[in-house]
């Protein structure tokens, strides 16, 4: 699956050469990738840098594989299922990567593989350093592939809890706007902490309903400031800034907000700061941005789809193309939650 970045419609299907043992020294057999908004940025020329060198890129972040070679003593033996970690620290390498904590890079040098400076995992073989891969049980199989977009939120959710100690807090309500992968795997996540899960989007029924509703969570239409509860946390999943400004709006005293999305639209000055700034002052509320995860999320995010009904996993994922025509994945039907491309077939 390959792309030239910059260069809108150029994405394809092509032989490319093995990769080299220098890439990592598990080679796996790549099973299926999920596609998602970066992805369809990228070919649509814009975003996404070629590896150094390289006039194309192979694309594909949201991985899940099977080894086909480890050396010994790498923890994984073939036929593991494993998922590669996206984004790798930069070279020089910052305060924040050089203590392992690479997601929260202080430079924009990092690599990530499949969108920046380094191939992804959108090929029938490709290969991971060991302490980049995650492991995945055979008992969630294929539903690994939901991995990646569960880590974003694994980091989301875990920096709303480290925040949450700075004084009293109590596990109460909390509001997700958007109810795409990203916006169910945060209400998935809410649920299992315990909270009371909101989610509003603008579909009216249909599979976003039913897997909000099956989350035992409350489903909204509409606008997010007409809902009629407060919340303690809002998870922004949408990167629409009228969205976000409707959803703090639900805010409590207290509250905490976190911002997941982005949106590829040119910023407009559509928010009265003065008044942001009264509003946090006076109820003591944090709003903060968050992107990527860090190795202990991807291991969290493990621990979540473990925990998970698999059955429910499965609904997120209502498209699968294979590899000789996976470009289809990148066309939107507005019923798509999760599109997969099958690198078996
Ligand atoms: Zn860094």
Redesign the pocket.
């Known amino acids: 699956m390959t792309v030239k970045p910059g260069q809108k419609g150029s994405a394809s299907v092509e032989e490319v050469p093995d990769s080299r043992t220098e890439e990592g020294a598990l080679l796996v057999r790549g099973r299926a990738v999920g596609v998602c908004g970066t992805d369809r940025e990228i070919a649509d020329g814009g975003y996404g840098t070629p590896p150094s060198g390289a006039e194309r890129l192979i694309i594909g972040h949201e991985s899940l594989g099977e080894v086909l070679e480890a050396p010994a003593g790498s923890g994984f033996s073939p036929g593991d299922l494993v998922v590669g970690i996206v984004r790798r620290?930069?070279p020089?390498?910052?305060p924040?990567?050089?203590a392992g904590e690479?997601d929260m890079?202080?430079?924009d040098?990092?690599g990530e593989r499949g969108i920046v400076r380094l191939h992804g995992y959108g090929s029938e073989r490709w290969r991971v350093e060991p302490d980049f891969a995650v492991p995945i049980s055979s008992r969630l199989g294929h539903l690994g592939v939901l991995l990646e977009p569960a880590s974003v939120l694994a980091k989301a959710w875990d920096h709303v809890d480290r925040i949450s100690q700075r004084a009293f807090f109590a596990r109460g309500r909390a509001l997700v706007t958007g109810a795409g992968p990203i916006g169910l795997m945060a209400c998935l996540l809410g649920v299992q902490r315990g909270y009371e899960m909101h989610v509003v989007d603008l579909a009216m029924a249909g599979p976003k309903r039913d897997l909000v509703e099956d989350l035992g969570a409350h489903y909204h239409t509409g606008d997010a400031a007409d809902i009629d509860v407060d919340v303690d946390v809002v998870i922004e999943c949408t990167g629409i800034g009228a969205v976000g400004r409707s959803a703090a709006r639900r805010l409590a005293s207290g509250g905490i907000m976190c911002l997941t999305g982005i949106m590829n639209l040119s910023p407009t000055f559509d928010l009265d700061a003065t008044a942001l700034n009264r509003n946090m002052v006076l109820g003591n509320m944090v709003l903060f941005g968050t992107v990527n995860a860090g190795r202990r999320h991807w291991e969290q995010a493990a621990t979540a789809l473990a925990a998970a009904d698999p059955g429910w996993l499965g609904g997120l994922i209502t498209r699968r193309v294979p590899l000789t025509s996976w470009t289809e994945a990148l066309d939107r039907d507005p019923e798509d939650i999760k599109v997969v491309v099958d690198l078996t077939a």
């Open positions: 620290p930069d020089a390498p910052c924040a990567c050089a690479w890079c202080r430079t040098s990092f």
